[in-house]
């Protein structure tokens, strides 16, 4: 491009300066024409610079003739070749060629190309001098113009600038020759990406890199600061969502009740309803004679699919505990699994000794703690807990709603409590232990050490009752009542705001069953420091949970029933409280209201004492109490004025039946069932129903061996099972038979004293036996005892009515025989009578008949005889 | 006693009648046998599965109407008879 401009400015240059010449030389003299002279030339037309020209005359005639001769002699080389028209066209014979010494016209020789420059040439030559001369004597009276002759250039030495300036090629340019083949020509391009640093040298980078010299450090700046919110835009894409209602929150549409009434009267109602009336009747009507949709092939099946071997029905060992250390041969008087934990199943236990022989040896008896021992199912040969109580433990209950606390009945009839939360984590630990390491070896014997893997922990009890206010003989039978209600010293139900158990009721050999409440009784009266000071300096051990601490060794029944107002000794057994008593649910509102926060209530029970708790109205408070004797007693514990001596006192009991020959061991509810209850005493069983009080529903007769224990199954309805004395249990299902056990099977060789089944999935059913000896065996039982069949629950429910009908019939035939008795000796008496007096009326009847059917025959003969008339006999009447 | 109230008594000493109840054309309950929420409830469900009910007769045969609407379910049978101004709605326990 730079060679390209240079060379236009050439050319440009080279064309203004032949223009400037020959506009420059025309204009001012248009029949000069420059010439260049070879020395040639200069010789041929004797015209050499220096020889033929002379300073005066630099000019010289050339003939016409001559050029054109050089013409066609030397044609393009000639010098006069560019003047060759000018020549062609002069009109004379000679031309004058001048030499331009100073190179006026820009060329060495110019030819004047007119006749009339020839003579102005030749004149001016001479009058040149006179023209000098002339202008010295004429001092500038006219102005001639005078057009400006060019000058020869004269170099300034801008010509060295423009040399400068000016672009010259300086290397040569580089031609290249780009050959194709013609048939690529036109082809599709297909163009192909290559990544620059593939290929070596391909590029070459130019790295940016911190420099120094262009980092400046603004030491100042002048801001202007405005306090503004901060408000920050966000935007994001996304999918439109329409706006549409999550909730919406309304009050249905009511009718008032005078628009209700309005309506109601309305005809058009009425109407309406009788059109409709009909048509809905005969829908009714249809579902009641048949249901359309019931599935009869569904419901004639039995459940399928077992988990097990259906023909197994016998009870299956798992596993039995026994106490290994005990220097005494101790019996089990209470089991009692563990209502939260898997596995774990308590025991009680005491010594195997008649009431002389503990006599006897008590001395050694106040040596061997007496104990409540944990089992675990992972550990066989140690127990995970052992719970000391002071005397020996007859019978014990979990509390429902925590299930650290044990409540526990004594022989000496001192209730015990223990509060085991600081070791829960430790039976809570043998969970996983069971499950993971099933490899337990047991150790042989002789190497067993007493303390064995864990150490053996006798966790002291928390607190005992009274001696002096408690009960006086041994206790039978303990239950915790529902968190629902608590009673007060009169029996009277309230509601219980704490929502955890805090009484219990207990029930003795010395006739008395008493209330008793866990929570610390409000003093009326200050208690004097000195007392204080006396319970202060009783020493509590340091492992002791305080929990309880308040009723220790003061804790008094709240009330106590005594069966001696019946006249009547009665050694209760055992209780069993409704189940309405143990699961009423008090209102969602009170709920709400009574919210407490996650502190364990057990160790807070001073926040349980309310003043003001609302009375539960129409509160079932009767009870069942087996006893010693064999009676079966219905009685209300509800306390009630006696109009006598203004005192309250304990209602008489609504029913008693002796349905038992020996001491009653088991009163207990059915799990299905509200209403029904199984009592085993004696040789017999008897099942009861809440309510009916003509007698039991169902009596077993005599069995051959003694029933010394009973407990209705948890899952099956109408199965229950029965202990005997010599270690057989007996399973009775009431839809079987029921007039003998349906099943009899052999677990130990001794008396079997308590039967404890639980649920622990739906797969798995335990049940534990506890024997005279001190064996606790747990069994398993097999699906068949443990599932349902279908609709169990309702056959056996109609067994139980039918049963609850046929004592109905009993009691109405009873009561028809009586009247029937009645009536009869009645009829006997009246028949005495009635033969007197019906003959002597017959007499007379019979007699004045006789008199008057007489009177007709003798009229009727006298008128035959035609000895009176009619008139005469009317005479005859009268006579 | 009026009518209406023994023909209502009448229908509900039916065996196994849960409870009977009269709505309006538009759902809102007149006379019931039930507590207020489910009166509401169900006349508002069922106000609107009867029009459902009688739009899908009607669409199919327009000269064909709705006569008896019974829904049959595990617990129960719910039986609706509409009219044009009222409905009665039956909810009957058909098994023992």
């Known amino acids: 491009c730079k060679y390209k401009q240079q060379k236009d400015r050439d050319r440009q240059k080279e064309k203004h300066t032949e223009r400037n010449r020959t506009e420059g030389i025309l204009g001012c003299h248009p029949e000069i024409y420059p010439l260049v002279l070879t020395t040639k030339t200069q010789e041929i037309f004797n015209c050499r610079i220096d020889e033929d020209f002379t300073d005066e005359m630099p000019y010289k005639i050339i003939k016409k003739e001559d050029i054109f001769e050089d013409l066609r002699n030397r044609a393009a080389v000639s010098d006069f070749h560019p003047v060759k028209k000018v020549i062609q066209e002069y009109p004379g014979n000679e031309l004058l060629l001048v030499y331009d010494k100073d190179f006026k016209y820009g060329l060495n020789f110019y030819i004047i190309g007119t006749e009339e420059g020839k003579e102005n040439y030749l004149n001016a030559s001479e009058v040149q001098e006179d023209q000098e001369e002339y202008k010295e004597f004429i001092p500038e009276e006219i102005y001639t113009y005078i057009p400006p002759v060019s000058k020869p250039w004269v170099s300034l030495g801008s010509e060295k600038e423009i040399e400068e300036e000016s672009v010259k090629k300086s290397t040569k340019q580089v031609t290249y020759m780009i050959s194709r083949k013609r048939s690529e020509f036109g082809a599709p391009i297909t163009f192909r990406d290559q990544n620059a640093s593939s290929v070596k040298d391909a590029y070459i980078e130019c790295t940016a890199y911190p420099d120094k010299n262009f980092t400046l450090k603004q030491l100042e700046k002048n801001v202007g600061m405005q306090a503004v919110p901060q408000v920050q835009d966000t935007s994001t894409q996304t999918k439109w969502t329409y706006p549409k209602n999550a909730s919406t929150q309304y009050y249905a549409r009511e009718f008032s009740e005078e628009e209700k009434e309005r309506l109601g009267q309305s005809k058009s109602l009425t109407d309406f309803l009788n059109n409709v009336s009909t048509s809905v009747e005969i829908a009714l009507q249809q579902n009641e004679i048949t249901n359309l949709f019931i599935d009869d092939w569904k419901s004639l099946a039995e459940e399928e699919g077992t988990f097990g071997d259906k023909t197994n029905t016998h009870l299956k060992e798992y596993q039995s505990f026994t106490d290994l250390h005990s220097q005494m041969e101790k019996m089990i008087t209470c089991v009692s699994w563990h209502p939260t934990i898997y596995g774990l199943i308590v025991v009680s236990v005491a010594v195997r000794l008649s009431f002389e022989e503990r006599v006897h040896f008590s001395g050694r008896l106040l040596l061997q703690p007496s104990l409540i021992l944990f089992w675990s199912f992972s550990d066989p040969i140690h127990p995970q807990l052992m719970l000391e109580s002071p005397d020996d433990i007859f019978c014990f209950k979990f509390c429902p709603s925590d299930p650290n606390i044990i409540a526990g009945g004594c022989i000496n009839g001192q209730i015990v409590l223990w509060d085991i939360t600081t070791y829960a984590d430790r039976i809570e630990s043998t969970k996983a232990d069971g499950g993971g390491n099933k490899k337990t070896t047991l150790k042989p014997m002789f190497l067993l050490e007493p303390d064995g893997n864990k150490e053996a922990t006798y966790i002291r009890h928390c607190a005992v009752s009274s001696i002096e206010s408690g009960h006086r003989s041994v206790i039978t039978d303990i239950h915790w009542l529902a968190d629902t209600f608590e009673i007060n010293r009169f029996g009277s139900v309230f509601e219980n705001r704490n929502e955890i158990c805090c009484q219990l009721v207990t029930c003795s050999a010395d006739c008395t069953i008493c209330f008793w409440d866990i929570r610390p009784l409000k003093t009326l009266t200050p208690t004097l420091p000195t007392e204080k000071k006396k319970e202060e300096s009783i020493e509590i051990p340091f492992d002791v949970p305080s929990t309880f601490l308040h009723l220790d060794l003061s804790w008094k029944p709240l009330t106590r029933l005594s069966k001696g107002e019946t006249n009547l000794d009665h050694c209760p057994t055992k209780i069993s409280l409704s189940e309405e008593q143990l699961l009423y649910k008090i209102s969602d509102k009170l709920l709400d209201q009574t919210k407490v926060t996650e502190v364990n209530l057990y160790h807070n029970l001073e926040a349980g004492l309310a003043n003001l708790l609302k009375p539960i109205d129409d509160f079932c408070t009767k009870f069942f109490v087996g006893t010693e004797e064999g009676e079966v007693i219905y009685t209300d514990w509800k306390m009630e004025k006696d109009p006598d001596t203004g005192r309250m006192m304990a209602k008489k009991p609504k029913s008693l039946y002796s349905v038992h020959d020996g001491p009653v061991h088991t009163v207990q509810r059915s799990p299905f069932y509200n209403d029904i209850i199984l009592t085993v005493g004696g040789w017999n069983v008897a099942i009861w129903k809440e309510g009916v009080m003509s007698g039991p529903l169902l009596q077993t007769c005599c069995a051959a061996k003694r029933y010394t224990a009973g407990h209705w199954s948890l899952t099956r309805p109408g199965v229950f099972y029965i202990g005997r004395e010599d270690g057989y249990i007996d399973v009775w299902d009431l839809l079987e038979k029921t007039h003998e056990p349906a099943q009899s099977q052999n677990i130990c060789i001794t008396m079997i004293t308590y039967i404890e089944p639980w649920t622990f999935s739906a797969k798995q059913q335990f049940i534990a036996i506890a024997d005279y000896y001190g064996t606790l065996h747990i069994l398993e039982i097999p699906w068949t005892l443990s599932h349902p069949s279908t609709n169990e629950v309702s056959s056996v429910n109609y067994y139980f009515e039918r049963e609850v009908k046929h004592l109905e019939y009993v009691e109405q035939r009873r009561s028809i025989r009586e009247q029937e008795k009645k009536e009869m000796e009645l009829e006997m008496e009246k028949r005495k009578h009635k033969t007197h007096h019906k003959s002597k009326e017959q007499m007379e009847a019979e007699l004045k008949m006789d008199y008057e059917s007489y009177l007709e025959l003798e009229k009727i003969t006298l008128i035959g005889l035609g000895l009176a008339k009619a008139s005469e006999t009317s005479h005859m009447e009268m006579m | ?96």
Do not use: W
């Open chain 2, 1 to 96: 006693m009026t009518e209406v109230e023994e023909t209502l008594k009448r229908i509900q000493s039916h065996k196994g009648v849960i409870g009977t109840m009269v709505v309006n054309a538009e759902g809102i309950p007149i006379r019931t046998t039930l507590d207020n929420s489910t009166t509401v409830q169900y006349a508002g469900l069922l106000h609107q599965l009867t029009i459902k009910a009688k739009s899908t007769i009607r669409d199919i045969d327009p000269q064909n109407d709705l006569t008896f609407l019974r829904i049959r379910s595990k617990k129960h049978e719910i039986m609706v008879a509409p009219d044009k101004e009222y409905l009665l709605i039956v909810i009957q326990n058909p098994c023992e």
